[in-house]
């Protein structure tokens, strides 16, 4: 049965600046030499802010999804989304290499826990009460912020129709106008 109200964003479903700021701090102290849970927990996270993909999407990613010529992701969609490849940051991608190297294996995946761990691991390092999706939300709002281009946002999230990428940029356009009309 399809809603005729629309999804909205609003500051509970996103990460703010400072949040952000908060979460990367935290996970800048999880060293590449760090062997354990501490490395993949603050991979997983960087990855979720890094690439916009869902939590069930970054716990089916194996080591063959890695492409070490480009340093990029493949990530299978679900929920009817679109795969998509996501170049990663060249810092992420060489700690995510040195990880599975070390971690995985050449075949596995590379994150073998489930739902529920990764929920814990989200309550654990997250800088405000807000769901594991919200790194989703900060991703792609952080991306059509910096871009302006909402058919980049729609491949990157991998969204089939553009219409549920319009949240984001009605969400930012209408802050930026409320701003500008109000302070």
């Known amino acids: 049965m399809a809603s005729s109200t629309r999804y909205a964003l609003n500051k ?7 949040e952000v700021s908060r979460l990367e701090a935290v996970l800048e102290r999880a060293s590449p030499a760090d062997t354990g849970y501490d490395e993949r927990d603050a991979l997983i996270l960087w990855l979720a802010l890094k690439t916009g993909a869902r939590a ?11 492409n ?10 679900i929920k009817g989304s679109n795969d998509r490849e996501l170049p990663l940051a060249p810092w992420l991608f060489e700690r995510l290499r040195l990880y599975t190297e070390r971690e995985v294996g050449r075949a596995g995946n590379l994150f073998p826990i489930g739902y529920h761990r990764l929920r814990q691991i989200w309550d654990w390092y997250r800088p405000a009460p807000k ?18 281009d909402l058919r980049l946002v729609q491949v990157a999230l991998g969204h089939r129709n553009i219409t ?20």
């Open 68 to 77: 070490t010529y480009d340093r990029t992701i493949f990530v299978t969609g």
């Open 164 to 183: 549920n990428t319009m949240i984001y940029a009605d969400y930012v356009y209408s802050q930026q106008e409320l701003r500008k009309l109000i302070l």
């Open 12 to 18: 509970n479903k996103y990460l703010l600046d400072p």
């Open 131 to 148: 769901k594991f999706h919200a790194l989703r939300h900060t991703f792609a709002i952080r991306l059509y912020r910096k871009t302006k």
């Open 56 to 66: 069930s999407e970054i716990l089916a990613l194996r080591v063959a999804d890695l």
